[in-house]
Structures are given as C-alpha cells and as structure tokens.
Nanobody
Framework: EVQLVESGGGSVQAGGSLRLSCTAS????????MGWYRQAPGNEWCELVS??????????VDSVKGRFTISQDNAKNTNTVNLQMNSLKPEDTAVYYC???????????????????WGQGSLVTVSS
C-alpha cells in the first residue's frame, strides 16, 4: 500500500509563492508518474495540475505554465515530489492533492473517484 504525506500550502496574497511537497512510502511501480491535482471551492472535479515521470518528463495545465514548477527526488528509499508555485493568482485557490498513477490514469477526474495513491490534501488560499 502506498501512502502519501503532503506538506506546505497556506495563505498568500496574489503574486506570492508557496511550495508543496509530497513524500511517498510503500511499493511504487517504476513506471508510475507522480502529480498534483487541485479541487477549487465548490467544484466536484479534481483538475490535473502537473505531473512528472520517472524520466523527468513534465506536464502542466495551461493555466499554470510558466508559474508552477514540479520536481522530484527519487533517491534511494525516498520518493518526493514538489510543486513550486510562483506568481499565484486568486484562481489558484484550491485544495491540492498529490497522486501516483500510471500515465493513463493521471487525468482530470471527480474528486470522489480519487486514485488509490492519493494525498491528504493541502489548502492553498490566494487573496487578491
């Protein structure tokens, strides 16, 4: 069983920065990608924000390109994915979840249908 523990998040004013981290423990398939979803207030959908593969290939949703940077640390016995969020906007306000899954699994989804490997959620609030 894979467990994901998130840290970071918080409240900032528009234009500010925050960093999210997620550490995974347990068995993880070598071909699994790690990524971040977010659920905006009042929205039942979880939007895929960014992913990174073991090889370092990245994906960003258009709305965060140039502002967010995903990175990973896959050192022995450590699986950590980070999301550096700069130039934050009020529309970035959401609960952010880290997740692990196959490439085909990492897509927008109902938050009620979360993947098996899913973080506890980190609230990010951006005020104008």
């Amino acid at each position: 069983e894979v467990q994901l523990v998130e840290s970071g998040g918080g409240s900032v004013q528009a234009g500010g920065s925050l960093r999210l981290s997620c550490t995974a423990s347990g068995f993880i398939f070598d071909d699994s990608d790690m990524g971040w979803y977010r659920q905006a207030p009042g929205n039942e959908w979880c939007e895929l924000v960014s992913t990174i593969s073991r090889a370092g290939n990245t994906y960003y949703v258009d709305s965060v390109k140039g502002r967010f940077t995903i990175s990973q640390d896959n050192a022995k016995n450590t699986n950590t994915v980070n999301l550096q969020m700069n130039s934050l906007k009020p529309e970035d306000t959401a609960v952010y979840y880290c997740a692990i899954g196959a490439y085909s699994e990492l897509q927008d989804r109902l938050c009620s249908e979360a993947l098996d490997a899913w973080g506890q959620g980190s609230l990010v609030t951006v005020s104008s």
